[in-house]
């Protein structure tokens, strides 16, 4: 949602003379030059209207008209007001140094000042930044508790701040979760490798109980050919004596 509707009350207002030739001529050069701005603006040529608030803020600097409006003027030629571009990013922020300078003469402009707070918290609004769009919703309604317009987008801002709450509050557990997954997958996996390595291991015991009863067999078979060798040359021994007392001794 994007809150585009900027006030731009109280570009007209009259700046009365007082006393002094000196005074009174450049309270006129400052009246003119911010005239000149508000007809530029409602031309919608913001950038020579900034201008021309800028002169007459260089004739009386605490001209909170020209200030407001110059405020008003920067925040119109970002066209899109998440733009982070550094000409954009410019813009915004000396639009806001200057609103915020309205905002805080309360006492002195209250009319001025709960516009300045209206449109500070549209400029947060638009940025996403729901809580101190709300907290300058509500200053405005502190200074003017009539100016339904602020009322209106604080009930909106108030809303788009709890969806985001619950956003952020379901990709945290989002999050949790994917974590959670992450780690049974990784307990998983090493569970896995433990019963590869104690397969390894057992089959590396396999190896060696055969290789050792290979080689206890091996020992028996030869301890049995050894002894099978000696019972055989035993027979032949016991055969030659026996032929040889059948011979008769002359």
Known sequence: MNITKYLFGALFIALALCSGSAHAES??????????????????????AAKKYEEALGINASSAVGRYNLGLSQIKQVTNPQDTTPKSKSLLDNARTNLNAVASQAKEKPGLASKANYNLGNLEFNVKDYKKAIEYYKQALRIDPK???ARKNLRIAQKQLENQDKQDNQQNQDQQDQNQDQNKDQNKDQNQQNQNQDKQEQQKDNNISQQTANQILQAVDNK????????????KGDKAVGQGSSRKKW
């Open 224 to 235: 049995e050919n050894q002894t099978r060798a000696r019972v055989n040359r035993a027979n």
């Open 27 to 48: 309270l006129r050069a400052e009246r003119r030059l911010i005239n000149e701005g508000n007809k530029l603006y409602t031309e919608r040529k913001f950038s020579e």
């Open 147 to 149: 100016d339904n317009s």
